[in-house]
């Protein structure tokens, strides 16, 4: 009897879900040309944008850091990595949706009206674990999408100056964040149908120019694939991985987006399985092809000659890149409305004008911490470890650690997980593999490794892993004017250019 009524509730509960999502969206909307055309581009809520947006979120630039990874781990361990993260990452995404229903269930039964809130991932703790697990969850996610944020600014810099070397890193970081800060007019996740779609179309491409033109280089000469060398390039290149597989920071935002949001279950394990076709055998290939030449390119672009294809590439890229900027600052975007009080306004000029202040701090991290591949280590095992890990796994086993909340729960672990005792079992499993080798060992790596990048390039570096300058010459005195007028033949010649000219512009080109 209790599992029949229980059945009888998750249906009701479903469909007064879906309706209230179909009612706060499409009210009164008539079907006219301007409503066709802005839902086909524009207004997005279907379980296919989702995909979009969560495959499109998870790759972005570490794309072209994980053949720098694969130097560090070894090709073996780089490719066991990417198939444990992404599974670990798909179980803990899955985690946050059920704790999302669970959630929004609980507070439609109370008549809360969501019609011009967006749910956050902070308010999903604070509604079932209390206000301690709030500041914990707002603290972790607002800082882990501040320097998300962050490292996509210094990915814009790090791609356009393989087009573009006339302006240092640091200006062109100065530009992009210009261009970036345009995201504060996308009202909310609803409105990047076309941009997930665009993304994906473009990191697909980038994936896959990098594989073609890596076999089609072949192996340089002598290469050499040493990793795994050192522990802390081991762990430093798994935390990236971490990162890599830890996109799903955003993911309550990208389901209350959707129209039914208890689809989400398998989207992010279908996005990562995508995912997957894309990082392995880019990153397989670069490495092979480059080997311990990616230990000092943390870029993958920086070793390939530069073609057509690889400026398409670097412009594709640049373009994702300011998509990713916007997904990772848009839930930054709410968090500072709803604390200024300005998160349900209809203006959305003023919504625009108020969200400024969130872009500053990024621009100016972005130029104090310009270190394109180790700070996604940092990040990954400082702050994804616990966001996207540890968090969601805790949450899920401390919600449902009553019989009775077990009993009422919207929706149970799958039995091919081995119901909730085997969902108990690998929450515990995912918090104690990621405190120990995700938080404790990357952690040591890469922030070893960080810290030596600052004691190397310091703090505001004008140009990181760039060709060192070209030495200046003393310039060949000229004959005087009176030497002129006794030796009117005498006409100085220009110096011949210097070898190491030409080696400066093999390095533009991609060679090291």
Known sequence: MGSTSNGNEEKVVETVMVGRYVEMEQDGEEKTIKSRLSGLLWHGGSAYDAWFSCASNQVAQVLLTLPYSFSQLGMLSGILFQLFYGLMGSWTAYLISILYVEYRTRKEREKVDFRNHVIQWFEVLDGLLG???????????????????????????????????????????????????????????????????????????????????????????????????????????????????????VTVEIMHAMWKPQKFKAIYLLATLYVLTLTLPSAASVYWAFGDALLNHSNAFSLLPRTAFRDAAVVLMLIHQFITFGFACTPLYFVWEKVIGLHDCRSLCKRAAARLPVVVPIWFLAIVFPFFGPINSAVGSLLVSFTVYVIPALAHMFTFRSAVARENAVERPPRLVGGWIGAYMMNMFVVGWVLVVGFGLGGWASMTNFIRQINTFGLFAKCYQCPPPMPTLAPTPFPSNAQNATNPGIIPSPSPAPSYFIHHQHYHHGRP
């Open 131 to 249: 206000k301690h697990w709030r500041h914990v969850g707002l603290a972790f996610n607002c800082t882990f999408l501040l320097f998300g944020s962050v490292i996509q600014l210094i990915a814009c810099a790090s791609n356009i100056y393989y087009i573009n070397d006339k302006l240092d890193k640091r200006t062109w970081t100065y530009i992009f964040g210009a261009c970036c800060a345009t995201t504060v007019f996308i009202p909310s996740f609803h409105n990047y149908r076309i941009w997930s779609f665009l993304g994906l179309v473009m990191t697909t491409y980038t994936a896959w120019y990098l594989t073609i033109a890596s076999l089609l280089h072949g192996q340089v000469e002598g290469v050499k694939h040493s990793g795994p060398t050192k522990l802390v390039l081991y762990f430093t290149g798994a935390t990236n991985i971490l990162y890599t597989f830890g996109g799903h920071a």
